[in-house]
């Protein structure tokens, strides 16, 4: 039925509860913190970027945090479900140059656009506590937390190689720059150059962050596996080898100092101190250096040193092995040096193959099986007989033995070492957090005054495309030294906006101080965040930053994070991708625009041209697919409730979901049946005077619907707390809604324990579906002559204890034929008379034995046999 317009009611209610609430939330939270004393939650979804649209993977990542909100709300749990925005970085920028706006003004229209968004989705944010993290009176404490990260030495200037984005003219941090050496975001080929920068000791943090993972046991193992892998560590050794050169030694990094008896030669990377120098005076050694710049990664040439020779520190007393430069070796990593074993390790083998042609290869370590292999051997094994004392010994054994040794000698050390590099955070960009630093001739690098906090963004500056416009605005960049009074220059670089997202999580608690960047308690009794919901793209970097800046406040005592040691987020959820129906050509695939297809028959579209079927697929929506679906017109046309059903029935909430809107009407009618439902409720109960039967005079089928109901509700409970498994949630709704209807029709049970039934499935549907919950309490109320309050003030509802039946279904046979089945007490079927007196009587038994002669009966415990005459 067309009854219940399920879009206009979303009007109505948002309306009103706006009346009872000004700001709009259904649970005015005020300011009171959260007491650490009460039970809390702290509940967040990642913040947007404020793009101006929201789209389909906002919807989802929105729903789901709101739906948990929600349900803890109800259990009686102060919950903090803040929101903010992400508000600097390069679109605004971009929007600026490409359409002459100011990037301030662009950001600011596109945050009320995206607010109004999610208030049409019914996510009912903590807007009192909302951050944007363009505005000064948030970046003041951005900036704010980079002078303490100073003041420990943890934020410091060095020139660095960095790498290049060309087309968005900024530097790119490593993490930026994805395998294939592309731009995150402009995909264009990173240049290398050489710049004064800023970077963040987050390898300080190294250690810590690779350690603590273990104590996320609610982060998806895929995550930790992902930052474990970008972490790095590795343990090995360090091993210094002398050269002919004197005073001139090599230290390598190395993980298995069991190969160093096959050591063959050693390289140096082309950025190497020593390498640079010897090429001021080598035109060979500099055109290979030029030349290896532009070669792939691990690409095995190679440049000899010439006269220059190395002496293995363990294996014999001569200077026999040669030195290469070779770009395989990073200059990043350990030592930029690396001990070449041809015989055990893949890449030396290939270098040396190159390099050294027929030259005989050494093994110093044999398979436990004695098995020789053609090519390197890689594996652990048994040191033979070239390993000198150290032969017989296992490759674990022998690292030990050999570090020992080395260590003696004064040659060697245990190591270990990190893939993750500090974390560079100066873009040469205009609209991001400035960072506060002044540079003095004779100072040197002088932080900003906290009284002169925050450095203002000039927000009329020109941008006029390529580079920073900081750098030629004299009222931003001249300015006096604090230190000494005389003409200095501000720093012009701005901060990475993942430093911005690194710690709005703490301002959240604490969104209006204007003394410090966040109040102790607040943040160390809301802290850490229960559950945190966002995407799998920001597994890495954005997980990564958050917890080292989390860590490093808590170090520096600015919130007490002993909880689980400084770690922010408890429990991580990463909501998969959104994909569109996509139609593509079979002929050519070429994806088609909706307008190419005919959509007449709409279970069957046809391709316009060719009157062909499409091919359908699903693929991550992008313009260039035509798959692109708006959030906002499902809404607008289904209602936020159907919407929000929908999108979290579709698949659990890890997987990818294929968004088909068409689908949407199973929810709708679901919907639908329960307002109408809903309407018709009332009269029966007011017809039915008497009150609800007493537990123990339930009968057979109202024990069965209690218990039915009630296991239902447990799913639900668990799926919300426990397992979030928001999809399953719904089904049971549904099942939940089917019972407490085919009761209602069928007149077994008594009405007042349906609507009580009725009345937990609403409560328990108002995290998902708000305004049918909402609107099918007031009819409720109404028709029952109750006073309304919102179905928000409810609890969620208790789970009752299920009875233990004494009543069974028994089969009937007639004549060897299953006839009906018959419930009944659990002795019957040892009583002849009472089978007589009450399957006989039975409709069933009326139908089927009536005016018949009963032969004999005879009963098991599950069923009951007539022979007849
Ligand atoms: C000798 C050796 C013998 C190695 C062998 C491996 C196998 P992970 O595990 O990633 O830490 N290495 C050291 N510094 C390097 C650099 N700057 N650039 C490229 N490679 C470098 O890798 C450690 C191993 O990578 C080290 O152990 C070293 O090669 C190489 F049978 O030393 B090994
Ligand atoms: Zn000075």
């Known amino acids: ?97 490409e359409r002459n706006v100011n990037p301030g003004v662009w950001t600011r229209q596109n945050i009320t656009k995206m607010k109004e968004q999610t208030a049409l989705m019914m996510a009912d944010f903590d807007w009192d ?33 960095i790498n290049w984005d060309p087309i968005d003219q900024t530097v790119l941090a490593n993490e930026q720059v994805d395998s294939e050496g592309r731009s995150w975001r402009s995909g264009a080929i990173a240049e290398k150059k050489l710049l004064n920068q800023w970077f963040l000791g987050i390898t300080e943090f190294a250690s810590d962050l690779n350690k603590d993972l273990e104590l996320l046991n609610e982060w998806p193992t895929k995550v930790k596996l992902m930052q474990k892998h970008w972490i790095g560590e590795s343990h090995g050794a360090e091993i210094r080898f002398k050269t002919n050169e004197k005073d001139f030694d090599l230290t390598v990094y190395t993980t298995r100092p069991d190969t160093i008896f096959s050591v063959q030669y050693i390289a140096l990377a082309i950025d190497d101190k020593y390498v640079l120098k010897l090429a001021e005076t080598n035109d060979k050694l500099k055109n290979f250096i030029e030349k290896a710049k532009n070669l792939p990664q691990d690409s095995k040439e190679g440049f000899e040193l010439p006269s220059i020779k190395a002496q293995n520190p363990l294996a014999n007393k001569k200077f026999d092995i040669p030195l290469f430069v070779a770009p395989y070796v990073l200059g990043s990593y350990g030592h930029g040096v690396v001990m070449g074993c041809p015989g055990h390790d893949q890449r030396d083998y290939e270098f040396w193959i190159e390099n050294k042609k027929d030259s005989p290869i050494l093994k110093s370590v044999d398979p436990v099986d004695g098995q020789q292999t053609e090519g390197p051997f890689t594996k652990q094994g048994i040191l033979n007989s070239t390993a000198q004392e150290f032969a017989g010994l296992n490759s674990e054994q022998a690292k030990f033995s050999i570090i020992e040794k080395l260590s003696t000698l004064g040659l060697g050390k245990k190591s270990t070492q990190f893939r993750i590099r500090d974390w560079l955070i100066s873009r040469q960009r205009y609209w991001g957090a400035p960072i506060p630093i002044i540079h003095c001739d004779s100072c040197g690098t002088v932080p900003v005054p906290d009284r002169d906090l925050p450095v203002l963004l000039p927000e009329d500056a020109k941008i006029v495309g390529k580079g920073n416009p900081l750098e030629h605005l004299k009222s931003f960049h001249e300015t006096k030294c604090p230190s000494c009074g005389s003409k200095a220059r501000r720093d012009t670089d701005t901060m990475d906006t993942f430093m911005d997202s690194s710690w709005y999580f703490f301002r959240y608690t604490d969104p209006q101080n204007d003394k410090e960047p966040f109040n102790y308690k607040f943040a160390t009794d809301s802290m850490p965040v229960d559950i945190y919901v966002g995407g799998v793209e920001h597994a890495i970097l954005h997980l990564l930053y958050s917890r080292f800046i989390s860590k490093f406040l808590s170090k520096k005592g600015l919130w007490d994070g002993s ?53 359908i697929s699903y693929e991550k929506m992008s313009k260039s697919k035509y798959n692109g679906a708006d959030p906002t017109d499902c809404i607008k046309l289904h209602g936020a409730d159907a919407t929000r059903a929908h999108i979290l029935f579709q698949a659990p909430v890890n997987d990818v979901l294929d968004w088909d809107e068409s689908k949407i009407v199973g929810i709708e009618r679901w919907l639908r049946r329960v307002l109408q439902f809903t309407s018709e409720l009332p009269k029966s109960i007011n017809e039915t005077s008497a009150s609800k039967p007493k537990l123990s005079d339930f009968n057979q089928f109202e024990v069965e619907f209690h218990n039915n109901t009630e296991s239902i509700l447990q799913n639900i409970t668990n799926s919300f707390a426990e397992t979030i498994s928001l999809n399953t949630v719904i089904s049971d709704y549904m099942k939940f809604f089917k019972l407490v209807s085919t009761a209602f029709e069928n007149d077994l049970i008594h009405k007042r324990l349906i609507l009580e039934k009725f009345e937990k499935l609403l409560i328990s549907m108002s995290p998902v579906t708000p305004i049918t919950s909402e609107e099918s309490w007031e009819i409720l109320k109404t028709g029952l002559n109750i006073k309304w309050e919102t179905i928000f003030a409810s609890k969620w509802p208790q789970v009752e204890k299920i009875i233990e039946s004494n009543v069974t279904k028994y089969n009937v046979f007639i004549n060897g034929k299953m006839r009906f089945t018959f419930n009944g007490d659990l002795e019957l079927y040892k009583n002849e008379d009472k089978i007589k007196e009450l399957i006989v009587n039975s409709e069933d038994g009326v139908k089927y034995l009536q005016n018949k002669s009963i032969k004999k009966i005879i009963g098991k415990s599950n069923t009951i046999s007539f022979v007849l005459n």
């Open 129 to 161: 506590r909302e951050v944007t993290t363009c505005e000064q009176d948030y970046y003041k404490w951005t900036q704010k937390i980079f002078l303490l990260l100073y003041e420990e030495g943890l934020a410091y200037r060095k020139e660095a190689e």
């Open 563 to 615: 909880e689980i040691n400084g770690e922010p987020f408890k429990k991580l959820i990463t909501q998969g991708m959104v994909h569109g129906k996509t139609y593509s050509n079979p002929a050519n695939g070429r994806f088609l625009k909706p307008e190419e297809l005919d959509y007449s028959n709409p279970a069957e579209p046809k391709v316009k041209s060719t009157g062909e079927r499409p091919l």
């Open 1 to 97: 039925n067309e009854e219940f317009d399920l879009a206009k009611l979303d009007g109505k209610w948002s309306s009103k509860w706006r009346s009872i609430s000004p700001g709009g939330s259904i649970y005015p939270l005020s300011k009171k913190p959260v007491d650490a004393q009460n039970n809390k939650k702290y509940i967040m979804s990642q913040f947007p970027y404020p793009s101006g649209v929201l789209h389909m993977g906002h919807l989802r990542v929105y729903t789901i945090s709101d739906v948990l909100a929600r349900f803890h709300r109800a259990q009686g749990t102060t919950v903090l479900h803040p929101m903010g925005w992400d508000a600097f970085g390069l679109p605004a920028e971009n929007a600026a140059i």
